[in-house]
């Protein structure tokens, strides 16, 4: 089972059925990640965040990334909900799953799948403080640094 939804929902709820479904025979390993928005970015108190995306271009780019994380590792698995619209600070934002026959694949597995998502997906995030400004949000030079440590040369 490999696929990627984006919603607006929550999907807390969906998190039991999913780490049912994730799991098969001989798997020994299944490893979650779930982002929560967080109350701030650097030093300004953050309100809420607004995600944007590109319908269908968005969803071929993860799975893109699924691939990538399958050539890499041995994985049953691997399962993306990303969410979009209004999230308030405190909500979740990212569900990674993935599952696999040994720990190290799985934990391995997911830390790219995130690496991924935070420099290749195309989300747009901008940011809403408390005192009433906004920003776009830029890609970080620490998330890219977290991505060079799985490219091959």
């Given at each position: 089972m490999f696929w990627v939804k984006i919603q607006k929902a929550s999907f807390d709820d969906e998190i039991p059925k999913l780490d049912q479904q994730i799991q098969q025979n001989n798997c020994g390993a299944l490893v979650s990640f779930k982002g929560i928005v967080r109350g701030y970015d650097e030093?300004?108190?953050?309100?809420?965040?607004?995600l944007e995306h590109f319908p269908e271009v968005t969803e071929q780019e993860i799975k893109r990334i699924l691939q990538g994380a399958q050539e890499y590792w041995t994985i049953h698995s691997a399962i993306v909900i990303h969410r979009i619209g209004k999230l308030n600070v405190g909500e979740n934002i990212v569900l990674v799953m993935v599952?696999?026959?040994?720990?190290?694949?799985a934990f391995e597995a997911s830390q790219f799948i995130m690496d991924y998502l935070k420099t290749e997906a195309p989300f747009w995030k901008k940011e809403?403080?408390?005192?009433?400004?906004?920003?776009?949000?830029?890609?970080?030079?620490?998330?890219?640094?977290?991505?060079k440590r799985w490219q091959v040369s």
């Open positions: 030093q300004e108190p953050l309100s809420y965040l607004y599952s696999a026959s040994h720990r190290k694949a809403f403080f408390q005192d009433g400004t906004s920003r776009w949000v830029k890609a970080k030079e620490t998330d890219i640094e977290q991505k």
